[in-house]
């Protein structure tokens, strides 16, 4: 007989994200993204970072000050880093779904849009009143994007050998 207490796609995938996040270096925010196709496949990966060749140790992770000298300038959030990530990769990912441990700012949710992706299941809504959210969620309204809370079984994810 099988096994029947196996965790489900959502908290396979939503873990992948979580996970993902703990590659990040800001000390306030870690963020993850995983983009799986409609097979259940992971397309790709990506976490908030500072672009490829820019040093960690020389850009600012401040989140207050002038704008040039605080993280927002600079930083690569998780989803536009996972549609980057599978750039060079081959295929498209129109009709795939995001899974992200923060809902996407209005900057990533343009880049989700145009990339064809179809459905948002995020973990966690920390700035509902923001105009950045407010903004994503009407662009999503707007082109039939559907974006879900995760929801977690409840069950204890346990690994035994």
Known sequence: ???TDYISW???FMGVALLTAQRSKDNSSQV???IVSRENKILSMG???MPIGCLDDEMPWEREGAPLET???????AELNAILN???STGSLRGARVYTTLFPCNECAKALIQSGISEVIYYADKYPDSDSVIASKRMF???GVRYTPYQPSGRKMV???
């Open 1 to 3: 007989m099988k096994r």
């Open 10 to 12: 959502d908290e396979y």
């Open 32 to 34: 993850g993204a995983c």
């Open 47 to 49: 976490y908030n970072g």
């Open 71 to 77: 993280k927002y300038m600079y930083v690569c959030h």
């Open 86 to 88: 599978h750039a060079s």
């Open 141 to 143: 309204d707007m082109v």
């Open 159 to 161: 690994l035994e050998l």
